[in-house]
């Protein structure tokens, strides 16, 4: 006889075990048969660059964990102008549960791939879950203290100390353990230069040299454009004024 157990009824789903948003994102929150009742519902979904993932007051049936990739979410005024206001990588949610309308945008910053799965299964797993509830808190509170922090970025730090703490934020992301005294990290940036220069406050000629002077003074090697060596985290966190 197989004594095996079912990993329909007992154990985790066989698509969630290497799942970073099992393992590091909000998911981590759910047992087995929390996450067997969400993965039944849910849908892996393959985006390109530039695909709208969510629109700007678009009413919300669904959400979805980012299992790689970057989200960049803009806010838009009535006369087309646009604001880049966050990114999220994964393993983030991304979504605001209990919330009938979006209030930004999301689309894929470069080539995304997403976990997505209906509105109404996360929420009822939300009322039974005070685990996964409070894990969508800390995310949120998260990203409370990331746009407070970015609000002081855009409106006390200069050129430089701006095109270090993107970088630094990106870096910080790909290498959540990231140590000041790490030796090198690479990472391809997920935004163009005029889309960086949107998000810092800058031209794309003062976010160019600024990245010319880091590179000049070591701190990092720019290659191809947007593939960043990062060959000092300590003198990099230094420069961004933090």
């Not at 993932?53 to 979410?73: C, F, Q, R, W």
Request: hydrophobic share 45%.
């Amino acid at each position: 006889m197989n004594h095996r157990q079912d990993v329909h009824t007992s154990e985790v789903p066989v698509l969630c075990v290497a799942c970073e948003a099992r393992l590091r994102g909000v998911c981590g929150a759910l047992d087995a048969d929390q996450l067997m009742a969400l993965s039944k519902t849910s849908t892996k979904k393959r985006l390109e660059t530039g695909a709208e993932l969510v629109g700007d007051a678009e009413i919300i049936d669904g959400y979805a964990n980012i299992l790689s990739g970057v989200v960049k979410l803009i806010k838009g005024l009535p006369d087309g102008r646009e604001q880049i206001v966050g990114l999220q990588f994964a393993p983030d949610f991304l979504g605001r549960p209990f919330q009938a309308e979006s209030a930004v945008s999301a689309q894929a910053a470069t080539n995304v791939v997403l976990c997505s799965f209906p509105k109404r299964t996360l929420e009822a797993l939300i009322k039974q879950s005070p685990q996964l509830e409070h894990s969508l808190l800390k995310q949120a509170l998260r990203e409370l203290d990331e746009a407070r922090d970015w609000m002081l970025t855009l409106g006390r730090k200069n050129a430089l100390e701006r095109v270090a703490s993107y970088l630094l934020l990106i870096a910080n992301y790909i290498d959540p353990a990231l140590q000041p005294q790490s030796e090198v990290i690479a990472f391809d940036l997920p935004m163009s230069r005029l889309e960086i220069a949107d998000f810092l406050g800058l031209t794309i000629e003062t976010v160019s040299r600024q990245l010319t002077k880091l590179r000049v003074d070591g701190v990092i090697q720019v290659r191809q454009s947007r593939h960043i060596v990062v060959n000092n985290p300590a003198r990099l966190k230094t420069f961004s004024g933090c």
